[in-house]
């Protein structure tokens, strides 16, 4: 079986990494948005960041564009506007605190180690050099093959294709290779229409399983279950 992994918030945690540094982003700026307490100002950088990466994902406007219009949204609402090259100045400052940030989350060394011996891949949105240069620097980059990245193929999940092209470079059917991701539909069930055994991880311990896919509350569940569907 080959046993395929979303990346961000479920081998690294974006979440964690991307507050951080909005936090420390607003406290740089905090004359400018002196009107919006350090939290709201996290929520409204996440609401960006989260609207503009999926038009991104999509296709629909560049990586380079997602980031400078974030960055023009953001200044708007404290009454100032910035030129692209201040916007790509201003998101490299962000961009710096973000990769000081980055980390796998605590199950996940055990989960490789225990799957050692399989096959293991990626397929993550996002742009193709920054999620490998996530992959190496976290020190996995080795552990995956394939690793497919939307904006180098032009298909992000949850279209249907990005599954199958996966399936297809790891030679192997839908039905042999199963994929875990954090989200329940864009990731687990999405994996699951095309044929993959898709699995949704549940961090939060909080939902009730969905009947439809597999759930675990924790990557070191992950093994056991591959072994169970072998």
């Given at each position: 079986?080959?046993?395929?992994?979303?990346?961000?918030?479920?081998?690294?945690?974006?979440?964690?990494?991307?507050?951080?540094?909005?936090?420390?982003?607003?406290?740089?700026?905090?004359?400018?948005?002196?009107?919006?307490?350090?939290?709201?100002?996290?929520?409204?950088?996440?609401?960006?960041?989260?609207?503009?990466?999926?038009?991104?994902?999509?296709?629909?406007?560049?990586?380079?564009?997602?980031?400078?219009?974030?960055?023009?949204?953001?200044?708007?609402?404290?009454?100032?506007?910035?030129?692209?090259?201040?916007?790509?100045?201003?998101?490299?400052?962000?961009?710096?605190?973000?990769?000081?940030?980055?980390?796998?989350?605590?199950?996940?060394?055990?989960?490789?180690?225990?799957?050692?011996?399989?096959?293991?891949?990626?397929?993550?949105?996002?742009?193709?050099?920054?999620?490998?240069?996530?992959?190496?620097?976290?020190?996995?980059?080795?552990?995956?093959?394939?690793?497919?990245?939307?904006?180098?193929?032009?298909?992000?999940?949850?279209?249907?294709?990005?599954?199958r092209y996966a399936c297809r470079l790891a030679a192997a059917e839908p039905e042999a290779c199963l994929f875990?991701?954090?989200?329940?539909?864009?990731?687990?069930?999405?994996?699951?229409?095309?044929?993959?055994?898709?699995?949704?991880?549940?961090?939060?311990?909080?939902?009730?399983?969905?009947?439809?896919?597999?759930?675990?509350?924790?990557?070191?569940?992950?093994?056991?279950?591959?072994?169970?569907?072998?």
């Amino acid at each position: 079986m080959v046993v395929f992994f979303d990346l961000d918030d479920t081998l690294m945690d974006y979440t964690a990494a991307m507050r951080t540094a909005a936090r420390l982003f607003w406290a740089d700026h905090l004359r400018l948005f002196a009107d919006l307490s350090m939290e709201t100002f996290v929520q409204r950088w996440e609401a960006l960041a989260n609207a503009y990466g999926k038009l991104a994902a999509r296709g629909e406007i560049t990586w380079t564009d997602q980031r400078r219009r974030r960055m023009r949204d953001l200044f708007a609402m404290a009454g100032r506007s910035v030129t692209d090259a201040q916007a790509d100045h201003e998101f490299n400052r962000y961009f710096a605190y973000y990769k000081a940030n980055w980390a796998m989350f605590p199950d996940v060394p055990g989960c490789l180690d225990a799957l050692a011996g399989r096959r293991l891949g990626i397929i993550s949105n996002g742009e193709a050099g920054q999620q490998q240069r996530k992959l190496e620097a976290l020190g996995i980059g080795d552990r995956f093959d394939p690793v497919i990245v939307s904006a180098e193929i032009g298909l992000a999940k949850p279209d249907p294709a990005i599954f199958r092209y996966a399936c297809r470079l790891a030679a192997a059917e839908p039905e042999a290779c199963l994929f875990v991701g954090d989200q329940l539909a864009g990731d687990a069930r999405a994996a699951a229409a095309v044929g993959l055994r898709g699995v949704w991880l549940d961090r939060s311990g909080q939902a009730r399983p969905p009947g439809d896919v597999e759930m675990i509350h924790s990557l070191a569940d992950l093994p056991p279950l591959v072994e169970e569907m072998t």
